[in-house]
């Protein structure tokens, strides 16, 4: 319950500090570039920051390589015990994500600053939007798509920046996802 109490405290932390998406803990799935810091209670030799590699595979003591793809923290704390359970009966595993770098967005095109962005789970269009410094001048704000990554098919979702500026279409303003493109024609 300690660990628990405690593990939530430094989320919470994490996500005023701008290093945590702020969702409820294990809602956030491990990503390329994420730093995590996984220990077992009681024993320093199995306290890692490990950062998870392009190919999301992580190397751990005693249990070696895990997949990390796909799972949360809670998923990879349970994994962890799971394995160390042979060597270390009842072992109490923290995972927490130390640091948060795989949660991206990217704006290119007319905007006045594009770039990669970091979000959260729930940064929409208009925000990352902004991010990028807004439309400039020569922009064709009726004719935005957000690239998005779906079962290894690029799908394109129209945005008409104008519509939501004046209110009308709130629909459109949909949550930006991980590795999503906004392209600013």
């Known amino acids: 319950m300690k660990t628990k109490i405690i593990s939530t405290l430094i989320f919470l932390l994490l996500v005023t500090a701008g290093k945590a998406t702020p969702a409820e803990e294990g809602s956030y799935l491990i990503g390329p570039a994420d730093i995590l810091e996984i220990s077992v209670w009681k024993d320093e030799n199995l306290r890692r920051q490990i950062v998870v590699p392009p190919d999301c595979v992580i190397s751990f003591p005693l249990i070696g390589i895990i997949d990390v793809s796909g799972l949360t923290a809670a998923d990879l704390k349970k994994v962890i015990t799971e394995r160390l359970a042979e060597y270390i009966p009842d ?34 269009v208009m925000q990352v939007l902004s991010m990028a410094g807004g439309l400039n001048a020569f922009a064709s704000a009726d004719k935005i798509l957000i690239l998005r990554q779906q079962d290894k098919k690029t799908v394109e979702i129209p945005f008409n920046y104008k519509q939501v500026e004046k209110g009308e279409k709130l629909e459109q303003n949909i949550l930006v996802q991980r590795g999503d493109v906004v392209v600013v024609p």
């Open 91 to 124: 072992a109490t595993v923290t995972v927490l994500f130390y640091q948060v770098n795989s949660s991206r967005a990217y704006v290119i095109g007319k905007v006045n600053k594009p770039g990669e962005f970091p979000i959260s789970m729930d940064t929409n």
